[in-house]
Nanobody
Framework: QVQLVDSGGGLVQPGGSLNLSCVTSETTLRYYTMAWFRQAPGKEREAVSYISHNDGHTNYADSVKGRFTISRDNAKKTVYLRMNGLKPEDTAVYYC???????????????????WGQGTQVTVSS
């Protein structure tokens, strides 16, 4: 059974940074592509980024490209999402997810989700 535990959210001012963490198992990191999604109030959940379990390549939504960085530490069994230059429109609940495979398009990653984390709230406000 795949288990994902998200953490690291909080309240930050515009321009600030946060580092989200998703703790899982060694097996999960070996066999699943890991992704971060977010859901803002009144909006659909959207994929933000993923990191491939095959070769470690990464992909980002245009809205976060250049500001967010996804990474993984196999020894710590953790996937991270480093968020810099945060904007009010980044406010959302962020979810870690394990995907069956690399999505052909990031926008369609939701159909490949095998398991979700419980989510962590990120609020960007002055």
């Amino acid at each position: 059974q795949v288990q994902l535990v998200d953490s690291g959210g909080g309240l930050v001012q515009p321009g600030g940074s946060l580092n989200l963490s998703c703790v899982t198992s060694e097996t999960t990191l070996r066999y699943y592509t890991m992704a971060w999604f977010r859901q803002a109030p009144g909006k659909e959940r959207e994929a933000v980024s993923y990191i491939s379990h095959n070769d470690g390549h990464t992909n980002y939504a245009d809205s976060v490209k250049g500001r967010f960085t996804i990474s993984r530490d196999n020894a710590k069994k953790t996937v991270y999402l480093r968020m810099n230059g945060l904007k009010p429109e980044d406010t959302a609940v962020y979810y870690c997810a394990a995907l069956y495979t690399d999505p052909p398009k990031l926008a369609t990653a939701g159909v490949l989700v095998h398991a979700w984390g419980q989510g962590t709230q990120v609020t960007v406000s002055s």
